[in-house]
Structures are given as C-alpha cells and as structure tokens.
C-alpha cells in the first residue's frame, strides 16, 4: 500500500497485517511487559541485586556496538561483493544466514538498498518489529509512538531531524515491518572508500544508516571519532 506524505516527497509506505501482539493504546509508549521489566528493575536496584549502571552499559553494549556489528558486516559485504549484493537483495535470509546470522526476530529477511534516486527507510507502525540478529536490541525511540506514526506522514521531516537531508528529487520508501517479515536497509556506500577492506567498511555502517534514519560515515568521519 502506498501514500503520499504531506511535503509531497511521495513516500511508498509498505505496510503489512499485524496480527501477533495485543498492541494496545497506539498512543501509550509503554507496553504492559515494559512496564513489568520496570517494575522488576526498579525492585532488584532497590534490594541492590543490581547496578542501574551496570544494566544500562551492558543494554549499550548490546544495543549499540554487539549487535549492529552483525548488520555492519553484511553491508560491508554487499559493498565489496557484487555477487553478495545480488543474493541479498533476492534472498536476504539466505545471504544474512550464510554469515552465521540467524536466529528468532531474524527469520524472514528483506534488504533494501538506497542509492540517488529512492531512500529507504524502516519502522513497525503497531508495534516494534525489529531484526535482532544484524541490529541488536531496538532502540528507544523506534518504540515509540511519535517515530511510528509520524515518520509514515512525514518521512522527510522525520529524516531531518535525524540530521539528514536529502535532495528534493530523491523518493522516499517506508517501509513497515511484521513479525513475518522484517528489513535491512543497505546505505549507499560513502566517498573516499575505495580501497577499504571489509572490516575498515564495516566501521562505516551505523545501525541509524540500517533502519534508513541515518547515512553511513565517510572514512574521514570514523578517524576523526578516533582521534
């Protein structure tokens, strides 16, 4: 199903049946497990069986740097290997599985790629559908009920927000996940990475530029950070 968004970039919003969650309030952030994984943190922290610290590290650890290593390969892969760029967008649970990735919340993949002309971006408008063996653990805001609903009306405007802009020509497809099928959006390939090797490639790709929030990073950017 397509529609158009109000800045008349004309948006492609795939958008499939939902019907395994007891989804609730649209416009309620927290879900009842959610509220029940509080309750228990809140519990445990209070008879100092954990350390809040502690918790919240190990949840980035997970979040931000394991889990979308897994993704940042397989970009990394498509980028250098044409022939593996063909098999994951025909069959990406295929390709992604052959790299070891595989596991529930991964079982039925889809790769989409950007390039000049379409950009790609990816949001589960009922709930939070997400590919956890190449992305890790979804963070916060793809959760929650202002990124869901607002980025199918105004993908470009969500984008800028993100810090990315786009040209006016350049289309904007979301695309909306399920638990039967969920999206990895390859990002275009940055300038000056000619030469780079896969692991040096993977360090470009961040887990934003795989849900289509974000672009990847120019090689200058990364040494930059590691200055």
Same mark, same amino acid.
Request: aromatic share 6%; proline share 7%; glycine share 6%.
């Given at each position: ?23 609730? @309030?649209?416009?309620?952030? /927290? ?12 519990? /445990? ?5 954990? @350390?809040?610290?502690?918790?919240? %590290? ?34 990406? #649970? ?40 190449? /992305? ?29 802009? /786009?040209?006016?020509?350049?289309? $904007?497809?979301?695309? @909306? ?8 959006? $390859? ?5 000056? #990475? ?9 360090? %470009?790709?961040?887990?934003? #530029? ?18």
């Amino acid at each position: 199903m397509s529609s158009a968004s109000s800045d008349g970039s004309d948006p492609h919003h795939e958008h499939h049946h939902h019907d395994h969650h007891d989804h609730g @309030d649209e416009h309620s952030e /927290l879900d009842p497990m959610t509220i029940r994984v509080r309750a228990l943190e809140t519990v /445990l922290t209070e008879k100092a069986y954990i @350390d809040p610290a502690a918790l919240d %590290l190990l949840i980035d650890t997970y979040q931000t740097r394991i889990g979308p290593r897994n993704g940042a390969r397989v970009v990394a892969k498509a980028w250098s290997d044409p022939a593996f760029m063909e098999w994951l967008l025909a069959d990406a #649970s295929a390709a992604i599985a052959s790299l070891g990735f595989t596991g529930r919340q991964g079982e039925h993949m889809v790769a989409v790629a950007n390039s000049d002309e379409q950009h790609h971006i990816v949001v589960c408008t009922l709930c939070s559908c997400y590919p956890w063996p190449v /992305l890790g653990l979804p963070p916060t805001w793809y959760k929650s009920a202002p990124y869901r609903s607002r980025v199918v009306r105004d993908p470009r405007g969500v984008l800028a927000e993100f810090g990315v802009e /786009l040209p006016s020509q350049t289309q $904007i497809r979301v695309w @909306d996940s399920t638990a039967e099928v969920r999206y990895l959006v $390859i990002p275009q390939r940055p300038p000056g #990475s000619n030469g780079l090797d896969e692991m040096a490639l993977a360090a %470009l790709v961040t887990r934003d #530029s795989m849900i289509g929030t974000g672009l990847a990073l120019r090689p200058d950017q990364v040494a930059e950070a590691s200055a």
